[in-house]
T-cell receptor, first 113, second 111 residues
Framework: EAGVAQSPRYKIIEKRQSVAFWCNPI?????LYWYQQILGQGPKLLIQ????????DSQLPKDRFSAERLKGVDSTLKIQPAKLEDSAVYLC???????????FGSGTRLTVV | KQEVTQIPAALSVPEGENLVLNCSFT??????LQWFRQDPGKGLTSLLL?????REQTSGRLNASLDKSSGRSTLYIAASQPGDSATYLC??????????FGKGTRLSVIA
């Protein structure tokens, strides 16, 4: 089966600019997650979707971050305006159910200068 | 709140050595535990998934164990190779909230 697809792979932007990331989960996976991984740290959850509804966005900085999952499939994560501390790898993951664990995409490395 | 700790933070071993990576979690009420590998600048590759009812899982030279009562999991790598050099992440799944990750162990296998 195809894996979790993410794009772009790399992005460099100036602070205060906006940026968007795209994720296409594994077909049939109802649950989709966005994680932020700062260099040297473990991934931290930003938002969890079940189909096209938000389950958990308690750690999403809503003043600058937004995410949506249209039709319960693809998802986009947007940052506007970006700050230097947003430099990180943004990981998308999907899961079928509790039994099968998570499958992660290759991630998007964001550098804010 | 579940917290996951990984020790050591970094490890360097000569090729061929057997090694153990440690992971501890604060809340034993987990649904499963997953070990991942991450190469520099890349995404996460799932290595092993241990359900809460299981004690261990094996895949090739990798063996992961789970002791819920003590809040510990170990990842054993046999006959290490330079290609095993990567960061290894442990993640606990509480079931009612998403995966909680440790900071990882950065492994270097020296030829």
């Amino acid at each position: 089966e195809a894996g979790v697809a993410q794009s772009p792979r790399y992005k460099i932007i100036e602070k205060r600019q906006s940026v968007a990331f795209w994720c296409n989960p594994i077909s049939g996976h109802a649950t989709l997650y966005w994680y932020q991984q700062i260099l040297g740290q473990g991934p931290k959850l930003l938002i969890q979707f079940q189909n096209n509804g938000v389950v958990d966005d308690s750690q999403l900085p809503k003043d600058r971050f937004s995410a949506e999952r249209l039709k319960g499939v693809d998802s986009t994560l947007k940052i506007q305006p970006a700050k230097l501390e947003d430099s990180a790898v943004y990981l998308c993951a999907s899961s079928l159910d509790l039994e099968w664990g998570y499958t992660f995409g290759s991630g998007t490395r964001l550098t804010v200068v | 709140k579940q917290e996951v700790t990984q020790i050591p933070a970094a490890l360097s071993v000569p090729e061929g050595e057997n090694l153990v990576l440690n992971c501890s979690f604060t809340d034993s009420a987990i649904y499963n535990l997953q070990w991942f590998r991450q190469d520099p600048g890349k995404g996460l590759t799932s290595l092993l998934l241990i359900q809460s009812s299981q004690r261990e899982q094996t895949s090739g030279r990798l063996n992961a164990s789970l002791d819920k009562s003590s809040g510990r999991s170990t990842l054993y790598i046999a006959a290490s190779q330079p290609g095993d050099s990567a960061t290894y992440l442990c993640a606990a799944y509480p079931g009612n909230t998403p995966l909680v990750f440790g900071k990882g162990t950065r492994l270097s296998v020296i030829a």
